[in-house]
């Protein structure tokens, strides 16, 4: 079961390159979530999704922007990367049920320079 | 605003003994959920342990089990018998129950296992 699955595992963009970081689940979890971690903080939210089709900005999205064509992938895309968007990048899935913790990929970590 | 508050940056614990992580939250709601998640340096994180603000009885997951003072707006996490393993970021997340997609996390609690 491979759970929530990140790619890439690390990047290195420079300044005002685009790319997207890729974020699937085989659980057929209806919410999924990108979270970004700044070192030493915790995780501030940047999208997240209830459905296919259905996305919604969190506490932090400028910059950012994603999609939800399918209930599996949920991909978030950087179109102009700034050095303030270096950090570490977490994917996240849940089942519906109100009392159900969140899934969690292993990260990606990028670098803007 | 939901705010998630972890005022122990770092923590230290020899093993085998028993150490308890800090939490607290703001909130106007009264029904929502908290979490303990673990981040070991995989960067994985991983669910400890989950509270509903509904349940007076403390939630308990082996080794792990919490403190959860709903008037306080308090929600600890002990770690019994600690093993190297534990050694880990902890973090506390909040989230509202019936409007609640969001989660809010707090900054971490470093948890350092002396052998």
């Known amino acids: 079961n491979a759970g929530v699955t990140q790619t890439p595992k690390f990047r290195i963009l420079k300044i005002g390159q685009s790319m997207t970081l890729q974020c699937t689940q085989d659980?057929?979890?209806?919410?999924m979530y990108w979270y970004r971690q700044d070192p030493g903080m915790g995780l501030k939210l940047i999208y997240y999704?209830?459905?296919?089709?259905?996305?919604d900005k969190g506490e932090v999205p400028n910059g950012y922007n994603v999609s939800r064509s399918t209930t599996e992938d949920f991909p978030l895309r950087l179109e102009l990367a700034a050095p303030s968007q270096t950090s570490v990048y977490f994917c996240?899935?849940?089942?519906?049920?109100?009392?159900?913790?969140?899934?969690f990929g292993d990260g990606t970590r990028l670098s803007i320079l | 605003a939901q705010t998630v508050t972890q005022s122990q940056p770092e923590m230290s614990v020899q093993e085998a003994e028993t150490v308890t992580l800090s939490c607290t939250y703001d909130?106007?709601?009264?029904?929502?959920?908290l979490f303990w998640y673990k981040q070991p340096p995989s960067r994985q994180m991983i669910l400890v342990i989950r509270?509903?603000?509904?349940?007076?009885q403390n939630a308990t997951e082996n080794r792990f089990s919490v403190n959860f003072q709903k008037a306080a707006k308090s929600f600890s996490l002990k770690i019994s018998d600690s093993q190297l393993g534990d050694a880990a970021m902890y973090f506390c997340?909040?989230?509202?129950?019936?409007?609640?997609?969001?989660?809010?996390f707090g900054t971490g609690t470093s948890l350092t296992v002396i052998p």
């Open positions: 999704s209830v459905g296919a089709g259905i996305t």
């Open positions: 909130t106007s709601e009264s029904d929502y959920y």
């Open positions: 659980m057929n979890h209806n919410y």
């Open positions: 509270q509903e603000a509904y349940k007076q």
């Open positions: 996240a899935s849940r089942a519906g049920q109100i009392n159900q913790p969140q899934h």
């Open positions: 997340a909040y989230r509202i129950s019936i409007t609640g997609n969001q989660f809010y």
